[in-house]
């Protein structure tokens, strides 16, 4: 069931996008050829044009790139005069550090949050937690990142400016330890962003749950505290921020995008600016598909969490 | 003795209307019951008329907004909060209406297990739940996978085995097949009978009369009448309160007139008798004052034309 979906929504993305970026004012044979355009002829032009098939129509060039990429095959990027796919698989794993710290930390942080607020609620700190949450809620990321650099990078001098590693070091001379140096302004901003949403939710969640007739309940069996929160409050608000978690990814690679472009960050996020903006065709439409199959992996893992960790739907299943 | 001791308790709620006006809703006044260890006293009246949040006062579990005046007395000593909490779930135990409120995602035997006080809260739970017909298999269950009887038992042997004084059980019969009614009743009737005290909070006069000693009835937030079981026979001669006898008369297997009318919402209280507007027995005395409860042969009522 789950697959028929996706297999609908890839083809459905993948047809938008290739008519999209048909459409788009990008001349694929002058992005590919640059600055050099200038010594190419109108007859060069259309020899390289019936040489990619740019001269048939739409349908059939979309069956031609989908085939291909269904034979794996994603093409070349211009930019990097890579297979797309070797690009896609490097700029992920810089990516996945960055996104997986992220998501960890703006998880666990923001579920804190909301809990405190909403066992302290109307207090000063429930008020404060509130504020810094619709505050940054509606900050955009690039503003956050910017603001990070400068206090972090360029003031303090605590971390590099950007970059995924430092400059002018070989390759093989990078430790681990440059990484991650280089790793924390981006979590951090990513991650500053990212309580608001688990946090505000957790807190609502969690005042629902204390209003329950199971904790009333609870309470006039004498539970009260950490105790009573413990028992059921924490189960009982789990589930629902687990869940937001996982269905969080896509503002997670919309957040990634811009806090790598700030940070120059060689990611996914950077990757796809580049492409987007070089007209970088097959590097683009294959970042949409590996980025359509990341949020819809992020929503199904969403989905299978729910039918683990809940008995109800797990318990009836048996 | 009284084990549990309500005197004068006024229960209100503070809420806001259009207009942001701060208004009090008084929906429990100037009431006052009394428990007895042995004894089971059934708390009768309509949906509405704040026989739940009796329960909840007594336990001190009323939401924030809830202000109340008035004394509780457990065993000839004041219920403060302080005191409150170190009897909650140890000497005053509440057993709640529905499966609702069992937590969701636990499961029941560890939920029982947690109202234990002391001692090995596992055999004590094993214990319970097989004399309640529970089998092995329940106690992994979750509260969604149990039937409303089984819910019933469960919530029931979450006060049993915390070796509470005092149950007060809050509509434990609605929904219940005849069958499980009988059963219900009579786990509160053999708990009474080993020297506890029981307050059966209920809108089913009939079965309250089944298990009963003593009947309190209610009426829009206050006690109208606390008589014997014995006084419900016949007519109803010996009955108290115009209300009661009403409510008596309601009966299908006695005389099943309905009483015309209904209760008076908590913002419009009458200013005299809070049933003078439907009582057949009303005079213009009646709408000066609310009248005091008073003894009146071996038992309480609130009219002044009572004999």
Not at chain 1, 12 to 23: E, G, H, R, T
Not at chain 2, 280 to 303: F, I, K, S, Y
């Amino acid at each position: 069931m789950k697959s028929v979906r996706m297999v609908t929504l890839l083809v459905a993305i993948c047809l938008i996008s290739f008519l999209l970026v048909k459409n788009s004012p990008i001349d694929p044979i002058q992005a590919y050829i640059g600055a050099d355009m200038l010594k190419v002829g109108p007859e060069q032009r259309e020899k390289i044009a019936e040489y990619w098939g740019l001269d048939e129509p739409v349908i059939v060039q979309f069956f031609n790139w989908g085939s291909a990429v269904l034979a794996g095959d994603l093409g070349t990027s211009m930019i990097y005069r890579q297979p797309v796919i070797e690009v896609i698989g490097e700029r992920f794993f810089n990516s996945l550090a960055l996104m997986l710290s992220a998501w960890l930390l703006s998880g666990v942080v923001g579920f804190v949050m909301g809990v405190v607020a909403a066992m302290k609620k109307g207090t000063w700190i429930d008020r404060i937690i509130k504020w810094y949450c619709f505050t940054l809620a509606s900050t955009p990321t690039f503003w956050m990142g910017l603001l990070v650099l400068m206090v972090f990078a360029v003031w303090l001098g605590w971390f590099p400016i950007g970059m995924g590693v430092p400059a002018g070091v070989l390759a093989e001379d990078v430790t681990l330890m440059d990484r991650i140096q280089h790793l924390i302004l981006p979590v951090l901003t990513l991650s500053i962003l990212g309580v608001a949403n688990v946090a505000l939710h957790t807190r609502q969640k969690l005042i629902d749950v204390m209003a329950s007739d199971y904790v009333l309940f609870a309470r006039a069996r004498g539970e009260k505290g950490f105790v009573l929160f413990w028992r059921h409050g924490l189960r009982n608000v789990a589930l629902p921020a687990i869940t937001l978690q996982f269905a969080a990814f896509s503002e997670l690679f919309g957040g990634a995008v811009l806090a790598e472009q700030v940070f120059s960050y060689p990611g996914l996020g950077q990757a796809t600016v580049e492409a987007g903006l070089r007209g970088d065709v097959p590097l683009l439409l294959g970042l949409v598909i590996f980025s359509t199959i990341f949020v819809f992996v992020g929503n199904l893992l969403a989905d299978l969490s729910y039918r683990v960790l809940d008995p109800r739907t797990r318990e009836v299943r048996k | 003795m009284s084990i549990l001791e309500v005197e004068n308790l006024s229960v209100s709620f503070k809420s806001y209307t259009d207009g942001f006006k701060e208004i009090n809703h008084k929906v429990i006044s100037s009431l006052s019951v009394a428990l007895e260890a042995g004894e089971i006293l059934a708390v009768v009246g309509a949906s509405g008329s704040g026989k739940s949040l009796l329960a909840h006062a007594i336990l001190g579990i009323l939401p924030s907004n809830a202000s109340i005046s008035g004394s509780i007395k457990y065993k000839d000593e004041e219920l403060t909060a302080a005191r409150l909490a170190t009897l909650r779930g140890k000497e005053l135990a509440l057993v709640p209406q529905s499966v609702n409120f069992l937590d969701p995602l636990m499961r029941v035997g560890s939920q029982v297990r947690t109202a234990a006080n002391g001692g090995d809260a596992v055999s004590a739970q094993r214990k319970v739940f097989e004399r309640y017909h529970l089998g092995k298999e329940v106690e992994n269950m979750y509260p969604f996978q149990l039937s409303g009887g089984m819910a019933r038992r469960t919530l029931l042997s979450t006060a049993m085995v915390s070796g509470a004084k005092v149950i007060i059980a809050d509509e434990p019969t609605p929904g219940l097949d005849p069958v499980v009614i009988k059963e219900a009743l009579s786990n509160f009737r053999e708990f009474a009978d080993n020297g506890c005290a029981v307050m059966l909070i209920t809108h089913d006069i009939e079965s309250a009369l089944q298990i009963a000693d003593k009947i309190a009835v209610f009426y829009a937030g206050t006690t109208v009448e606390i008589a014997s079981v014995k006084d419900f026979v016949g007519k109803g001669e010996a009955i108290r309160h115009p209300y009661t006898k009403a409510l008596w008369r309601a009966l299908p297997q006695n005389e099943f007139i309905p009483i015309p009318g209904s209760q008076p919402h908590p913002s419009s209280l009458p200013s005299g008798c809070l049933f003078a507007p439907r009582c057949e027995m009303a005079t213009p005395e009646c709408e000066q004052a609310q009248p005091e409860m008073r003894e009146l042969r071996d038992g309480m009522v609130r009219c002044i034309h009572a004999t």
